[in-house]
């Protein structure tokens, strides 16, 4: 027998019995960004690589090993995109949205990465992201930190910590990186291979190793924060005082230094110890070097991206679930008046959720299906009911006759019912 198809290792589908969950968790979220005047931007899955290589880095591990990039039919290398904020500084500049103004905006949708799959880490994830430009003060810092919050607010989470840290500006990432160079050199006998590979390439990332062995040597490394340009360190300290005004909580993490190149000055990432290895929900902070590096205007810059497979496994378990209010049950010679009864109910009811059993069988494996369903109310046209202009109608989920419905009461009947079961269609 041929073997079953399979999905990609690292892509996940995601099924009708957690489809529900993940839709009311991007509706709760996206309620929480229109209103704070985010608007929604919709991006390409695929932009061409220099877009991503320009903008993330040569030297990460995102554009080093970990895009799924391909020649297309006309030769141009082409990438999926492992991350939005590229591309939505080159729409952006594509478009004019960046130039003297400001904008406040998000996206959602899939990312791709050719990482090692394991819980919370996949090939393609889900990421809500928000952008905003043409903002340079620390207010819209605190902003988009306290939206975080409200958003752990409205999904009752609780127990995310904050981390936080300035990178200050490419001069400050430059002195450090040289004092950084020179403290892992001394101690160059207790790097790996992978440690002195990264000492070489992007020694800043060396920070982020969560090999155990390498601990004590990076929490003794030189902190970034020494060597602060003055109006980075301002600008940081009125974040702060910001956060503390508002009674956010926050850790200082000098060693926080993220893992794309584009970053200056405020980085901040939030995460749980509940996620086990990759405990971090949402990563962000300022590029208002990015878009000028790129040939646009000189445009401030910050945002966050917050990954949703963790934040969904973080929340409880689905709720039960989503079953029809109505079930609509017809033999043979009823079932246009089946389906057209059902299309009445629903534009009486908007909201109301109506299946109409399809594909034939007795009336009593029609009823059993019914019940199976979870339905509060089924309806029958059978042979009688079509005769007299009628419907049955009977409550499966309390006690009580079947009621023998006028079809022109109908709607009224259903609403009855419903209001006894407690549930408003509308
Ligand atoms: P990032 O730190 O690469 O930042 O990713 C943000 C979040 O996406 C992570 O904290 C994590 O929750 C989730 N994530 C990343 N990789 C994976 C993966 N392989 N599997 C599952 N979840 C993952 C960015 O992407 C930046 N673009 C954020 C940003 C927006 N900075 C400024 N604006």
Known sequence: MAEKPQAIRGMSDILPASSDHWRKLEQSLTAVLDSYGYHEIRLPILEKTDVF??????????VSKEMYTFTDRNGDSLTLRPEGTAGCVRAGLQHGL????????????PMF????????????????????????????????????ARLWKILGLDGLRLELNSLGEPETRATYRKRLVAYFQDHIDQLNDDARRRLELNPLRLLDSKDPELQPLIAAAPSITDDLDDASAEHFQQ????????????????????????????????????LGAQGTVCAGGRYDRLIEQIGGPSTPAIGFAIGLERLLELLEP????????????ANEPAIASALQTADELREEFPGLRVLT???????????????????LIALVLGDEELAANRVTLKALRQQGEQLQVPQSELVEAVHRTLSNAELSPD
């Open 53 to 62: 290589a320009r903008a993330i880095g040569e030297h990460t591990d995102i």
């Open 98 to 109: 960046l130039r003297n103004q400001s904008q406040r905006l998000w996206y959602m949708g």
């Open 113 to 148: 990465r050719h990482e090692r799959p394991q819980k919370g880490r996949y090939r393609q994830f889900h990421q809500l992201g928000i952008e905003a430009y043409g903002i340079p003060g620390p207010d819209i810092d605190a902003e988009q930190i306290l939206i975080c």
């Open 239 to 274: 974040l702060c005082t910001l956060l503390d005004k508002v009674g956010l909580e926050y850790t200082l993490n000098p060693r926080l230094v993220r893992g794309l190149d584009y970053y200056n000055r405020t980085v901040f990432e939030w995460t749980t110890d509940r």
């Open 318 to 329: 689905a709720d039960a679930p989503v079953t029809p209010h109505v079930y609509v049950i």
């Open 357 to 375: 059993h399809c594909g034939g069988g007795s009336m009593k494996s029609q009823f059993r299906r019914a019940d199976k369903s979870g339905a």
